[in-house]
């Protein structure tokens, strides 16, 4: 006779009391609602499904992330006021001309007979070489918008191949669940029979059954983070259209070429390569020069003029030249020079802390690398193929009643447990490489 839920629910109970090995039981089943809940949010709605390689993943990148390509405007912006720098003055052109003639009664009286006009030509001549250093400062600005692109770019490369790996060891944990559910789901099914038939008892039907959620529970969980990651992906690629599976053709970091990594010489390459610290030696360069350029502002440029009067003046058709300046009494642009001179020691010190900071990351990821890797090569290559093996045989001795319920569970458990730490594991590598490459701002390992 079959049981409804709730019966089942007080038989699960009575087991409890009387064998202490079901405590496990129950609360797997208190996480079935949650598993089907799971389940149901992991159907996406129909879209193309792309297998993509890291080489592929990053020209798309390239061409489409239109974060990158916003920044990289501002290149043209700053190089567009290089050219306004370099421009000079235009001089400026007057023309004075009479309104009224009271003796002749004429209005707008500008003729040569009887008219009075007078006309003035001004030039700005600028002193103490500021064009020159308006010109030096903007081509500075330039350097700092170029880097912070290029430091934009690294970051988000560093983050679209960060996500790349964890969506390969995602998948890869998904795809050994999925081997795991399909044969425990076959499994489940021969017990209901059997245990409708009397054959094995209802604990054991229910343990497989709890099993089985359990797995499925946990495939959901790994499915809504894989979800997380496939958006972050889309993002990068500009494309929420499609489904993406990354594909990695990997091989393990040579050992020699790993050993040849010193702290020293990736230090060295980071100097080289990190464009924070190129943007941090910008500023410095930017505030030197902006601070030379306020004190030349604080000299004051000259007004070069020739004028014509018609009429006007102590004889007709006078012409004169005129120059002109601001006398630096009061205004001789002190605060501006002053806050010049506090950006320098202040764009030194930022400086030196983000050389700090470099050899930091560096210090940082080459150990995590090192430890990872020694992590890694300790495993044996063919343990998890073994694994896989034995655990077929296990599956199929229990169908023949060779070995107990718990032993079946347990091993279930270290498989499951064994397959997610070891892709957990090649992930941190890649991960450890990948945090490598951003700290010296430059791919060494081609993965």
């Known amino acids: 006779m079959r049981v409804n839920a709730l019966q089942l629910f007080e038989l699960l109970l009575h087991s409890l009391l009387i064998h202490i090995e079901m405590k496990h039981v129950i609360q797997r089943l208190k996480n079935f609602s949650m598993v089907i809940m799971c389940c149901t949010s992991i159907q996406v709605i129909a879209q193309d499904t792309i ?103 690294r970051t988000l490369r560093f983050s679209l191949r960060s996500t790349f790996y964890d969506m390969y060891y995602r998948q890869n944990s998904i795809a050994a669940y999925q081997s795991q559910v399909i044969a425990l789901e076959k499994l489940n099914g021969a017990y209901e029979q059997l245990q409708a038939k009397g054959v094995v008892t209802l604990r054991d039907a229910v343990r497989i059954k709890s099993l089985l959620y359990s797995l499925k529970a946990e495939q959901a969980s790994l499915q809504n983070e894989l979800n997380e990651l496939q958006a972050s992906m889309q993002l990068l690629l500009q494309n929420n259209k499609a489904i993406f599976i990354t594909t990695v053709d990997k091989n393990n970091i040579p050992s ?63 012409s004169f030249f005129s120059i002109a300046m601001d006398l630096p009494f009061f205004n001789r642009n002190q605060g501006n020079i002053k806050a010049a001179k506090i950006s320098i020691d202040q764009n030194k010190v930022q400086l030196q802390q983000q050389k700090q900071t470099v050899e930091n990351d560096v210090q940082k990821a080459l150990a995590k690398l090192f430890n990872t890797d020694k992590m890694l090569r300790s495993v044996d290559p063919g343990f998890q193929a073994q694994f896989k093996e034995l655990l077929e045989g296990i599956t199929e001795n229990f169908e023949k009643k060779n070995i107990s319920l718990i032993e079946f569970t347990d091993f279930y458990e270290s498989y499951k447990n064994n397959t997610l730490q070891f892709n957990q594991l090649q992930d941190e590598e890649m991960q450890a490489i990948e945090s490598l490459h951003f700290a010296i701002g430059k791919t060494i390992f081609n993965n």
């Open 51 to 153: 297998h993509i390689s890291l080489p592929e993943a990053e020209k798309q990148f390239i061409q489409k992330n239109l974060q990158l390509l916003a920044e990289k405007y501002n290149i043209d912006i700053a190089k567009a006021a290089v050219i306004q720098a370099k421009l000079y003055a235009n001089p400026n052109l007057s023309f004075t001309g009479d309104i009224y003639n009271p003796e002749l009664k004429k209005l707008f009286d500008i003729s040569n007979k009887t008219g009075e006009y007078g006309i003035a030509l001004q030039q700005m001549v600028r002193m103490a070489g500021k064009r020159n250093k308006e010109i030096k400062l903007a081509e500075t600005n330039t350097s700092l918008s170029e880097n912070r692109f290029f430091d934009l770019l």
């Open 256 to 318: 020699d070429k790993l050993q040849q990594l010193t702290l020293a010489g990736l230090i060295d390459t980071a100097y080289e390569n990190r464009y924070d610290l190129k943007l941090a030696e910008n500023n410095l360069l930017y505030s030197n020069q902006n601070y030379r350029l306020q004190k030349a502002y604080a000299k004051p440029d000259l007004n070069l003029g020739a004028e014509f009067d018609k009429r006007g003046s102590f004889v007709d058709n006078a």
